[in-house]
């Protein structure tokens, strides 16, 4: 198990190594000048030759290609993400303040989806009939309507007509612990939406299809209760596909809570990273980018290890 | 986003094709039957939905729809079945029928281009890799996990921001992301069928390496890469709708549904309808796309619909 887990965070560091190195050449391999590239765009006119030189002495586009690698990479280890281009502070103190707030909304939606999803996609496989309809009917509209129209549709509902929630906003739990959480509860209600969905429908099919197997009836005849073949039983037996399904929705949870940040105004990486995109403050995108990028690794090493700790045979793959 | 678990992989040939009387491709055409069977009236309802929403792509300019970018301010914010605006206008007085119908030319593009570079892209390497082994599949199979690397979102509005947003910058970058979920596909597909006896006679046949691969191992793992289209249609669709929501996507004046429900924000407590449209056309859109893909699964690739359905 300890090799296991060595070895998929040995992969886990390769990885990061080449994501990181394809978002330094991200911008440095563009065709042609990447400081004209950046202040370009929609009805921004030709940058004038001070601003370009201003953009190429803050980003160190003058220094040779391996230097400007060598200063990225020591820069990343020393925690330098670089400064902003619009007021010049940290990019890495703007990620400490944000990061907590975004972690909250994902932990908080991805429990909620778990403890909603798995009992709901059990459910519909031990009940069959309606009830199984109704829930198949139900994922499949949490599936296809978008993150950010539940959210929107949310706020116009729960928030705008019948006034039960604030519209969004955010405040410290240390300063009014009620105000923090009342603004924390839509957000995170709409981001677990479909990843419940896609749940409830694994846990569903791998229910069913654990149920079918000889061992179940073996123990019914047994004389062990139907609720105890379940619960001791099926379920455990069923929740592998389920974590994997989870570790495959870690991507479509972050771009959910983008959107859903900037639905709520939910001051976290998500919304710092689209108003520096809408300003092309391209240092706090490549923070934001690298930060999330690398943490999305980190989290589909836990995945792994965790499908591991459940399934022996994963390990000796 | 709809990504393949490998463990869900069929194995599609080694099921229709028993070992010893394997002919050289599979060309028995796919039974009508199953594709009558297959159609509930819920998933006929889906195609003609998506029909319909193609079909008034195509004629959106000969069916007399007022312009959905000119600005008519003495007429805005009107309500449903004001005359000459079914659906009402927007805040700057432009048709909502109007956009939605133009909005969709521009989801089907943007969905229809991505999702053609992430078939051709993803294909290809999946083929070579599987096919070739060793260094080729060292290199296709491990450039595709470092694209998976990234959360999808976050790729693309990193190069939406070196790039500047706009149609091509989505294309391009959405092609990108969809790309390693057909890679994976067809490089399952192809180890297994790799080792038949009919890919080994095209080869003693005297085939070379390229016919071999794309003239009888391609048509063998096709069927679940097809099944795939609709769902990749519809996320597509669900991403560039987000991104042009946050304003990264289409670039404004240019219709479209995600920057619909956006401009609606501001208005949505005395005029929700002008969310409610968009929303619903792109919910039943994405849903109408999900049921399609269920008939062609049911239709294709039966192994995998019975693995589902049970």
């Known amino acids: ?5 060595l070895r998929r965070c040995a992969i886990g560091l390769v990885l990061v190594w080449i994501v990181l190195t394809l978002i330094f050449l991200a911008l440095h391999l563009v065709p042609g000048d990447p400081a004209a590239l950046l202040l370009g765009g929609e009805g921004s006119g030709t940058p004038t030759p001070e601003a370009l030189a201003q953009v190429r002495e803050r980003l160190g586009l003058n220094d040779p290609f391996l230097v400007q690698y060598w200063n990225y990479l020591s820069g990343l280890f020393q925690g330098n993400l670089g400064t902003s281009f619009r007021d010049g502070s940290a990019v890495a103190g703007f990620i400490a303040t944000r990061l907590p707030n975004t972690l909250e909304l994902v932990l908080v939606a991805s429990l909620l989806a778990l403890v909603v999803g798995i009992p709901l996609g059990a459910l519909a496989a031990r009940r069959g009939g309606a009830v199984d309809t109704g829930i198949s009917l139900l994922t499949a509209i949490g599936l296809a309507v978008p993150v950010y129209v539940i959210g929107t549709v949310m706020v116009l509902v729960f928030a705008l007509t019948l006034r039960w929630f604030p519209a969004g906003g955010y405040v410290a739990f240390t300063e009014d612990p009620v105000g923090h959480l009342s603004r924390l509860v ?15 429908r694994m846990t569903r099919s791998s229910v069913i299809e654990t149920m079918g197997q000889d061992w179940v009836r073996t123990a019914r005849s047994v004389g062990l209760a139907r609720s ?9 037996n069923s929740l592998n596909p389920v974590v994997t399904s989870f570790g495959l929705e870690v991507g479509a949870l972050i771009g959910s809570t983008v959107l859903i940040e900037r639905v709520f105004n939910w001051p ?3 919304s710092l990273l689209i108003d520096a995109v809408l300003q092309r403050d391209y240092p706090i995108v490549q923070g934001v980018v690298i930060v999330v990028s690398v943490l999305f690794i980190l989290i589909n090493i836990v995945v792994d290890v965790s499908y591991g700790l459940l399934d022996p045979r994963v390990r000796q793959s | 986003m709809n990504t393949p678990n490998p463990d869900e992989i069929p194995t599609v040939v080694s099921d229709l094709t028993p070992s010893g009387k394997t002919p050289l491709v599979d060309s028995r055409p796919p039974a009508p039957n199953r594709l009558r069977s297959s159609l509930t009236p819920l998933r ?7 029909f319909v929403i193609v079909l008034a792509t195509i004629l959106a300019d000969w069916i007399g729809l007022p312009d959905p970018v000119t600005q008519d301010i003495v007429n805005k914010l009107l309500p449903i079945g004001s005359p000459g605006h079914p659906l009402g206008t927007d805040q700057f007085g432009r048709d909502l029928l109007s956009r939605l119908v133009f909005g969709a030319r521009v989801e089907l593009v943007v969905a229809l281009s991505a999702t053609a570079i992430a078939v051709v892209i993803g294909t290809l390497l999946g083929l070579a ?9 060292t290199v296709t199979m491990r450039s595709v996990d470092v694209i998976l ?22 294309i391009a970058v959405m092609g990108l992301l969809f790309a390693p979920a057909y890679a994976r596909l067809t490089y399952g597909q192809v180890v297994t069928v790799r080792n038949f006896e009919y890919v080994e006679a095209s080869q003693v046949f005297g085939a070379t390496k390229r016919r071999t691969l794309l003239g009888v191992v391609l048509p063998n793992v096709a069927a679940p890469i097809i099944v795939q289209l609709p769902l990749t249609l519809a996320g597509a669709i669900l991403l560039e709708s987000g991104l042009s929501f946050l304003g990264l996507g289409v670039v ?15 208005f949505m407590i005395a005029n929700p309808e002008q969310i409610l449209l968009p929303s619903v056309v792109i919910a039943l859109t994405i849903l109408s796309f999900g049921l399609v893909g269920d008939v062609l699964r049911d239709w294709l690739d039966p192994r995998r619909a019975m693995a589902r359905n049970y």
């Open chain 1, 228 to 236: 105890q073949v379940f619960q001791g039983h099926v379920m455990r």
């Open chain 1, 1 to 5: 198990m300890i090799r296991f887990i």
């Open chain 2, 252 to 266: 404004p004046p240019t219709p479209s549904w995600g920057l619909m429900v956006a401009d609606g924000q501001r």
């Open chain 1, 268 to 270: 976290g990486l998500g």
């Open chain 2, 149 to 170: 690397a990234f959360p999808p979102i976050i790729l693309a509005l990193l190069v939406v921001t070196i790039y500047g947003p706009g149609l091509i910058t989505l």
């Open chain 2, 44 to 50: 006929v309802v889906a195609a003609v939905f998506i």
């Open chain 2, 129 to 137: 890799g599987g096919f070739y082994g060793r260094w080729v599949e």
């Open chain 1, 186 to 200: 839509l957000p995170s209600i709409a981001i677990a939406m479909g990843i419940t969905a896609v749940l409830a």
